[in-house]
């Protein structure tokens, strides 16, 4: 891998599990929020999944992805994982069987676990802040 540079500021801890625990994760969650909200309405349905997949891709923290289109303080990057987890859960236990619901559970809980140094990152002063311009 090629370091960052030195301009580029810190950049935040990610271990690869931890990256293939959440993109794992947010994955399921584009396809079990709709899946629970499509019986219901299928404009809501197609709406979360841009929500999911739209807001992360636009909102990021720097020094958390290489390229940002709009920057926002790491509390916001945090709040996005969440949203992400908690989608994941919920949905699938309307969508699934509950033994497929309580594995996707477990994943999300190990996820919340592997992303405690990032979200520590995050949330710390060291994180460099969104600029204001």
């Known amino acids: 891998m090629t370091p960052a540079?030195?301009?580029?500021?810190?950049?935040?801890?990610?271990?690869?599990?931890?990256?293939?625990l959440r993109f794992t994760t947010e994955l399921i969650a584009w396809v079990a929020?709709?899946?629970?909200?499509?019986?219901?309405?299928v404009p809501?349905?197609?709406?979360?999944?841009?929500?999911?997949?739209?807001?992360p891709t636009i909102f990021q923290t720097p020094g958390d992805?290489?390229?940002v289109v709009v920057p926002v303080p790491?509390?916001?990057?945090?709040?996005?994982?969440?949203?992400q987890l908690v989608a994941a859960v919920v949905a699938a236990w309307?969508?699934?069987?509950?033994?497929v619901a309580i594995v996707?559970?477990?994943?999300?809980?190990?996820c919340a676990v592997t992303e405690q140094p990032r979200w520590r990152w995050l949330l710390s002063p060291h994180a460099p802040p969104a600029p204001t311009s």
């Open 5 to 20: 540079p030195p301009s580029a500021g810190p950049s935040a801890p990610d271990s690869r599990v931890a990256s293939v």
């Open 94 to 99: 309307f969508a699934w069987p509950t033994v």
């Open 44 to 55: 809501l349905a197609i709406g979360s999944v841009v929500l999911l997949i739209g807001l």
């Open 33 to 41: 929020a709709p899946w629970a909200l499509a019986p219901h309405s």
């Open 74 to 83: 790491g509390a916001v990057t945090v709040l996005l994982v969440l949203l």
């Open 104 to 110: 996707v559970s477990l994943l999300a809980a190990a």
């Open 65 to 67: 992805k290489p390229h």
